[in-house]
């Protein structure tokens, strides 16, 4: 099976940060693109449209077998794959990272519920922080230290996702809320689809954001050891992170009714944050 034919971009969605921002060198922004276009539609074919299962995962094995193309020197067979491969040879980089969101990806479509936080983070490792881990590649830093603190930036940034999205998710018919967690602070899913909002549900939402508080604060060190533009971008994607967060808690956790996003004003904040930040 041919993968779908996609152009570089893939259809618009909201995102909390700006894709191959101008903060990024002008070199580093068309390799970004790619690599946000390979996964993005990727990630549509998993979400998007009214496609049955099989034909989903189906589509994202015709991805997986064009990254076999690409580590057998062969042609690959779409244009948004040649421009993949293209990327991946100039910069050096391996499929390897390329394929784990791929799994994460087809986990999207076979998995609904996750048992722990562990399980989740486990989902993590696969959904988010490759992306991370290919940014600091094309720029040449790939110490363990800097990829540990990127996997809890990256690991912190889909948490936080989830948190915006439970409502988004419930329609899609998934819970990424830890079923333990929902078990510990007594509440059911039925109370996720009448998106009732009292005490039990408030002190989950309290713990979930702080947890992942804490993990974007664990990998943050890295925004200021990072130099040049990419240190300035990570310190306002921690930023940015940790401010949704908040807007999370100011709305009451009632995020069925208020999806934080990020607004002019919101950025303005982010960026003297970031400006104190680097101090």
């Known amino acids: 099976?041919?993968?779908?034919?996609?152009?570089?971009?893939?259809?618009?969605?909201?995102?909390?940060?700006?894709?191959?921002?101008?903060?990024?060198?002008?070199?580093?922004?068309?390799?970004?693109?790619?690599?946000?276009?390979f996964a993005r539609s990727a990630d549509d074919l998993a979400d998007e449209g009214e496609a049955p299962p099989?034909?989903?995962?189906?589509?994202?094995?015709?991805?997986?077998?064009?990254?076999?193309?690409?580590?057998?020197?062969?042609q690959p067979e779409s244009p948004l794959f040649a421009q993949v491969a293209a990327t991946l040879a100039t910069h050096q980089l391996e499929t390897h990272y390329l394929r784990e969101l791929l799994s994460a990806f087809r986990q999207d479509?076979?998995?609904t519920r996750y048992a722990s936080f562990h399980e989740l983070?486990?989902?993590?490792?696969?959904?988010a922080n490759p992306v991370g881990r290919i940014m600091l590649s094309l720029f040449g830093d790939t110490t363990p230290s800097a990829f540990q603190q990127s996997d809890a930036i990256c690991s912190a940034l889909q948490?936080?996702?989830f948190l915006q999205d439970v409502a988004i998710d419930w329609d899609k018919a998934r819970v990424y809320l830890p079923q333990e967690d929902l078990q510990r602070f007594g509440v059911s899913e039925e109370q996720i689809a009448a998106q009732r909002v009292d005490d039990r549900w408030r002190a989950l939402m309290a713990f979930e954001v702080q947890?992942?508080?804490?993990?974007?604060?664990?990998?943050?060190?890295?925004?200021?050891?990072?130099?040049?533009?990419?240190?300035?971008?990570?310190?306002?994607?921690?930023?940015?992170?940790?401010?949704?967060?908040?807007?999370?808690?100011?709305?009451?956790?009632?995020?069925f009714r208020a999806r934080p996003t990020l607004k002019?004003?919101?950025?303005?904040?982010?960026?003297?944050?970031a400006l104190r930040f680097a101090r």
């Open 1 to 37: 099976m041919r993968p779908p034919s996609t152009s570089l971009m893939p259809n618009a969605h909201y995102e909390n940060f700006p894709v191959a921002s101008p903060l990024l060198p002008q070199a580093m922004r068309a390799p970004v693109r790619v690599i946000y276009a």
């Open 159 to 161: 948490i936080i996702n």
């Open 121 to 127: 983070l486990d989902y993590c490792r696969r959904s």
């Open 54 to 74: 099989e034909e989903r995962i189906a589509a994202l094995m015709a991805y997986e077998a064009e990254l076999d193309r690409i580590d057998r020197g062969q």
């Open 264 to 273: 002019k004003s919101d950025w303005l904040l982010i960026f003297w944050r």
């Open 211 to 255: 947890r992942a508080r804490v993990i974007m604060l664990d990998g943050a060190p890295l925004a200021l050891q990072i130099r040049g533009r990419l240190g300035w971008e990570l310190r306002l994607i921690v930023q940015g992170g940790l401010r949704i967060l908040e807007k999370i808690e100011d709305v009451g956790y009632d995020v």
């Open 109 to 111: 479509v076979r998995q």
